[in-house]
T-cell receptor, first 112, second 116 residues
Framework: TQLLEQSPQFLSIQEGENLTVYCNSSSVFSSLQWYRQEPGEGPVLLVTVVTGGEVKKLKRLTFQFGDARKDSSLHITAAQTGDTGLYLC????????????FGQGTRLTINP | EPEVTQTPSHQVTQMGQEVILRCVPI?????FYWYRQILGQKVEFLVSFYNNEISEKSEIFDDQFSVERPDGSNFTLKIRSTKLEDSAMYFC??????????????FGPGTRLTVT
């Protein structure tokens, strides 16, 4: 069973602070995706990382895929209240496989 | 921007009844998926569908479940005889024609299934 563990599970910080959330596994992933999910809604795709060491930026969000493709991180600079939400990582273990394995999520709260 | 749609948004059914959950994937996508999320738990893969057949399924997807693409736009998940433990959010997702093979998956808003 491939597991993706996210940490922390809950994070509450003040607006303007920086934060990093982590997604770790003992398995190698051919690709990894980050989603954001609002209550009662479906996951919304933020980014896909494919290459070990890859870094992608989406405005104040920076995503990194570990060199060994077993872990990933999401860094938010100068967090805003609109960043509040559940952040999920999901990986595809085998190249060409269909199944995405999801982490349990990091619930992020940005306080004004 | 094109999006995956799902109906109904909420379905309440009695144990033992059949339910059909409906999805309209993004129009030029070729790969279709169903996932479920039990309250407070991780999103779990159920099944993937390509070229009018199941391409991968999980151990959750037993004989009580089936999928169908009855026409060029709809993708359905049928549960033949619902159990209490089938209560969950069910998400449909679709992927475009994959040039890289990574096939990013785009999710619908979900159907909340409540079995009583």
């Amino acid at each position: 069973t491939q597991l993706l563990e996210q940490s922390p599970q809950f994070l509450s910080i003040q607006e303007g602070e920086n934060l990093t959330v982590y997604c770790n596994s003992s398995s190698v992933f051919s690709s990894l995706q980050w989603y954001r999910q609002e209550p009662g809604e479906g996951p919304v795709l933020l980014v896909t990382v494919v290459t070990g060491g890859e870094v992608k930026k989406l405005k104040r969000l920076t995503f990194q895929f570990g060199d060994a493709r077993k872990d990933s991180s999401l860094h938010i600079t100068a967090a805003q209240t609109g960043d509040t939400g559940l952040y999920l990582c999901a990986g595809r273990v085998i190249q060409g496989a269909q199944k995405l394995v999801f982490g349990q999520g990091t619930r992020l709260t940005i306080n004004p | 921007e094109p999006e995956v749609t799902q109906t109904p948004s909420h379905q309440v059914t009695q144990m033992g009844q059949e339910v059909i959950l409906r999805c309209v994937p993004i129009s030029n996508h070729l790969y279709f998926y169903w996932y479920r999320q039990i309250l407070g738990q991780k999103v779990e893969f159920l099944v993937s569908f390509y070229n009018n057949e199941i391409s991968e399924k999980s151990e959750i997807f037993d004989d009580q479940f089936s999928v169908e693409r009855p026409d060029g736009s709809n993708f359905t998940l049928k549960i033949r005889s619902t159990k209490l433990e089938d209560s969950a959010m069910y998400f449909c997702a679709s992927s475009p024609r994959g040039g890289t093979g990574n096939r990013e998956q785009y999710f619908g808003p979900g159907t909340r299934l409540t079995v009583t």
